[in-house]
């Protein structure tokens, strides 16, 4: 019995450590490997729309971050302590910027897995590496008072292409200890999610 309980804990943790370890284009959904591929298109589109409406102060901090040149990264560079914001750029409005908030990038299963860890919109997923120094996010939203969701791939709401909580993203370092996180074309109320995170 003994042995049979540790073959099933076994099997387990090396079906996560596959997951975690497999290539991203294995794992994401068509839809979302589409949202990526457009993503010069979603920032171009997000940014025209922020610099529309959005205030001088805003704008400021939008090409701070969207400006700042990609710089290669490690796996090994991204798993600390951050503090986080979540820039909504055009859609609905023409830009959101909320205020800090947690955020960790954790050893999981094999690969760097965000968290989201504060406030009352939640984000993680694994991270997988692009092979130029950036990394592919493939993760999901929640919001507080609800269990955390996972990417569901493939797998998405039973009778629908996709799901709204799905996110794909591209991590950049955009400084020491400084990254950037784009999410093309999210489903819901902006054309650019960006996350920036800071040590």
């Known amino acids: 019995m003994r042995k049979a309980i540790t073959l099933i804990l076994a099997t387990g943790l090396g079906l996560c450590a596959t997951a975690a370890q497999a290539g991203w284009q294995d794992v994401a959904s068509q839809f979302d490997q589409q949202r ?9 589109k997000a940014m025209s729309e922020a610099q529309s409406g959005a205030s001088a102060s805003d704008l400021s901090t939008i090409h701070a971050v969207m400006d700042a040149r990609g710089e290669p990264a490690s796996a090994s560079s991204l798993p600390g302590n ?11 409005t023409s830009d959101v910027i909320y205020s800090w908030f947690r955020c960790r990038i954790s050893m ?5 897995y965000l968290e989201k860890l504060s406030g009352s919109q939640y984000t993680n ?11 592919v996010y493939l993760g999901a939203s929640s919001v507080i008072g609800e269990p955390r969701h ?22 950049s370092k ?4 400084h990254f950037r996180l784009e999410m093309p074309f999210p489903l819901q109320e902006s054309t650019m999610d960006v996350l920036e995170l800071r040590r």
């Open 36 to 44: 990526l591929a457009r993503i010069d298109e979603s920032r171009s």
């Open 82 to 92: 951050y503090r986080c914001r979540t820039l909504k750029l055009g859609g609905i």
């Open 108 to 112: 999981k299963g094999g690969g760097p």
């Open 125 to 135: 997923g694994y991270l997988y590496p692009k092979g130029d120094g950036r990394f």
């Open 150 to 171: 996972a990417y569901s791939g493939d797998g998405a709401t039973v009778g629908a292409p996709v799901t709204p909580d799905d996110q794909i993203g591209l991590l």
């Open 174 to 177: 955009i400084g020491p200890g």
